[in-house]
């Protein structure tokens, strides 16, 4: 028997799941995940380009000589 309340409860709980989704959500429309696919990108592209500049600044590759950054070019002229 605590398997039949088990899988009524489940139902019913899927069942308001539903109804929620489909009265109480508000959908974005096609243009607002437009615009927030384009903020996402162009946050992410920032993102990336301030890390290789890190990257680049403090030489996380300096094994590569052509790539000690400016922190190793200073110890060089040092």
């Not at 096609?30 to 993102?47: D, H, K, N, T, Y």
């Amino acid at each position: 028997m605590l398997k039949t309340d088990n899988m009524s409860s489940f139902t019913e709980y899927l069942q308001a799941s539903v109804q929620e989704l489909q009265t109480k959500v508000t959908w974005p429309s096609w243009r607002e995940l437009q615009e927030s696919a384009v903020l996402v990108f162009v946050a992410s592209l920032l993102i990336a380009f301030i890390v290789s500049a890190m990257d680049w600044v403090f030489g996380v590759n300096a094994a590569d000589a052509l790539w000690s950054g400016v922190v190793g070019l200073i110890y060089q002229l040092l």
